[in-house]
């Protein structure tokens, strides 16, 4: 059979970090017959090399290429994608890993939308990916549209054909930025371009060790003129004007002001600091018209002034302003409502812990001429603020903690200004998210674990995040469990910070079903009813698992949840002529149709005598009890093993 996908894959001493790859290569969707994945090997000196050969002797779709070290990424891309069959060539770092419907749905997409290039959703564990490119699916993109540019890694699906077709191979040599100008000329030169949101597709990791490759201090010589190639990719492809400023601006927005500002700035020491901005200045003030700068944020303005105006001291002093500078998220209200979970919140700009205050009156002046002082830039910036507000928004995200994927939940707002001291006012952001367990992954249901809230805030020429709270209620529930979209989710407030999460189909005792009594328990013949503190929108099948004694014989029991005001009543018809003998310990499980469903024990027990059903408490392990237990067990298992032993001399 043709291969569809070759991947591509540059290894460089990765040691352990290259395993989580291999095996999301193996759990691929896409069938071994139609992808390949090439390793290539850039002169590893540790056990990659060895390791690489056992599997290529073990799985027929991968193969693996030693050379001599080239000194970075480029020339082992190219050396793989020579010896590529597929159709289309996907690249990975050896350090990522991809999801595991990422190469079959990447691929299906590229075909039914005629794509020379698709982007997949990227995730970043401790590393930044674009967030606004992802809001949803592009199926013909083109950096006018969309914000491509916002995504120059090379881990991208590339049509082979396309690419012979235009000659693109990416620099070789030690250098960087060599994904900008290949990245940069497929999206100018492709027929289509196909961005795919509504599924992370990539991984895009920072070792525990940092030390990725993108992650060393570099030359800022060599990497500026590195820089300088991707521009002149830019300028071959693209007329004067509108256009090339706004892509530009890319380049002086992500690797140059950014470096000059906040706490990034004042992180460098101050050599390498002076080298970066004498540096920065050179190519500012040599490849820039105003139109690029005109087109950044207020802050940034500033900050790409005062590196024309030569004015390093100004610029630290500015960061320092400026990396005081947070958002604050409050939350007003976590409750269930029909099955979607809805959470209020305020967000606003905070500075040194106190809630930030702009001008009364704002003003859309624009920044002509560097400013004369680092106070005069800061009022700038207010009246800039408040004149824009009009333009501020705020997202809610929810992102897994183990994968650090994220997804947009709905949100209605409101902007509001409210007068603060001396005349000055605060400009709040008010809204209420809807989150739906059934769609809450791009119209997928949430996956099981535990979910991050997360307040996105465009206020002030700023974007930031930060997340929903604290609260002074760490550790405990934000609202009861809810059952919907066949997942049960659990919001509640982080131990450690007192921020809202969501637990998904894995929490156990906070679900609270230890607070029903036997009191509570109705038995009308062979009917059983049981109020438990679940939100459930309508009747909702569940399953009840009976179990005699310690692990006999068990029965499973079709029952339903019921709304009853704020909480579920249960509800199910008992196997009665089926309970004989000892008691059978009660357990729920509320999604018995998810991925991986969880029974919950309750706390009560039924024994049927004389054909009546009986409702007896269950007596929790005492904390003492259970450590006697281990005990007991861990003397035991040492009585085997020394037995063991003296029957083998």
């Known amino acids: 059979m043709p291969v569809k996908v070759s991947v591509v894959i540059p290894v460089y001493n990765p040691g352990k970090y290259i395993e989580d790859c291999i095996a999301s290569l193996r759990r691929q969707s896409l069938p071994p017959d139609e992808f390949e994945a090439i390793f290539v090997d850039d002169g590893s000196t540790d056990d990659t090399p060895a390791r690489l050969d056992a599997l290529a002797a073990e799985v027929a779709n991968m193969t693996v290429i030693h050379q001599e070290a080239s000194g970075w990424s480029g020339k082992p891309r190219n050396v793989g994608m020579a010896a590529s069959q597929g159709e289309f060539v996907m690249f990975v770092d050896n350090d990522d890993y991809l999801g595991d419907e990422a190469l079959e749905r990447m691929y299906d997409y590229a075909v039914a939308n005629g794509a020379d290039v698709v982007v997949g959703k990227m995730a970043g564990k401790g590393r930044g990916v674009p967030v606004e490119l992802f809001r949803r699916n592009h199926p013909r993109a083109t950096v006018d549209n969309a914000p491509l540019i916002d995504s120059l890694t090379p881990h991208k699906m590339f049509r082979r054909a396309f690419l012979d077709r235009i000659g693109l191979r990416f620099p070789e040599g030690r250098r960087r930025l060599e994904d900008h100008v290949f990245v940069t000329e497929a999206y100018l030169r492709a027929e289509n371009v196909s961005v795919l949101s509504d599924y992370v597709c990539y991984y895009h990791l920072r070792r525990e060790d940092a030390s990725n490759a993108g992650f060393q201090r570099f030359d800022p010589v060599g990497y500026f003129q590195n820089l300088r190639e991707a521009l002149d990719v830019v300028e071959k492809y693209t007329e004067p004007g509108p256009n090339r400023d706004r892509l530009f601006r890319r380049w002086l927005r992500n690797e140059m002001v950014e470096r000059m500002r906040g706490k990034r700035l004042l992180a460098a020491p101050e050599d390498y600091r002076k080298e970066l901005f004498t540096e920065i200045r050179e190519v500012v003030l040599e490849r820039f018209g105003p139109g690029v700068a005109a087109g950044l944020q207020p802050t940034q303005q500033v900050v790409a002034a005062l590196i024309a105006d030569d004015r390093l001291d100004d610029l630290v002093a500015f960061a320092e302003w400026e990396a005081s500078v947070v958002s604050r998220a409050e939350p007003d209200g976590v409750e269930w409502d029909g099955g979607v979970l809805r959470v209020g919140l305020s967000a606003e700009l905070a500075s040194r812990g106190t809630p930030m205050t702009f001008p009364a009156e704002g003003s859309a002046t624009p920044l002509t001429t560097p400013p004369a002082s680092v106070e005069e830039a800061v009022d700038w910036v207010g009246a800039q603020g408040v004149a824009g507000f009009e333009r501020a928004t705020v997202d809610l995200l929810l992102r897994k903690r183990a ?247």
Not at 427 to 444: E, H, I, M
Not at 471 to 488: E, F, I, M, N, Q
Not at 599 to 608: C, E, I, K
């Open 403 to 649: 994968s650090s994927a994220q997804y947009f939940q709905p949100v209605e707002f409101t902007r509001e200004t409210v007068p603060g001291e001396d005349g000055r006012v605060r400009l709040v952001l008010r809204g209420q998210a809807a989150l739906d367990p059934a769609t809450g992954a791009d119209g997928s249901p949430l996956d099981a674990g535990l979910w991050d809230v997360f307040v996105r805030v465009k206020l002030g020429g700023w974007t930031k995040e930060s997340r929903l709270g604290p609260v002074p209620l760490k550790g405990r529930t934000a609202a009861d469990a809810g059952v919907a979209g066949g997942r049960v989710v659990l919001p509640y407030w982080t131990t450690k910070e007192g921020t809202l999460a969501l637990d998904v189909d894995s929490a156990s005792k906070r679900l609270g079903l230890g607070r029903v009594t036997c009191g509570e328990v109705t038995i009308t013949g062979d009917r059983v009813e049981v109020p438990v503190p679940f939100h459930v929108p309508g009747d909702t099948p569940v399953l009840l698992k009976l179990t005699r004694g310690s692990g006999g014989a068990s029965a499973k029991v079709p029952g339903t949840l019921r709304p009853q005001g704020s909480t579920a009543l249960l509800e199910a018809e008992l196997p009665v002529a089926d309970l004989t003998g000892a008691p059978w310990q009660v357990a729920l499980s509320p999604a018995p149709d998810a991925p991986e469903p969880r029974s919950h024990p309750l706390p009560f027990a039924l024994r049927v005598k004389a054909g009546r059903v009986q409702v007896m408490p269950v007596r929790p392990l005492r904390p003492a009890a259970g450590k006697r237990l281990v005990r007991r067990a861990r003397r035991l298992a040492g009585r085997l093993v020394a037995r063991l032993r003296a029957r083998g001399r």
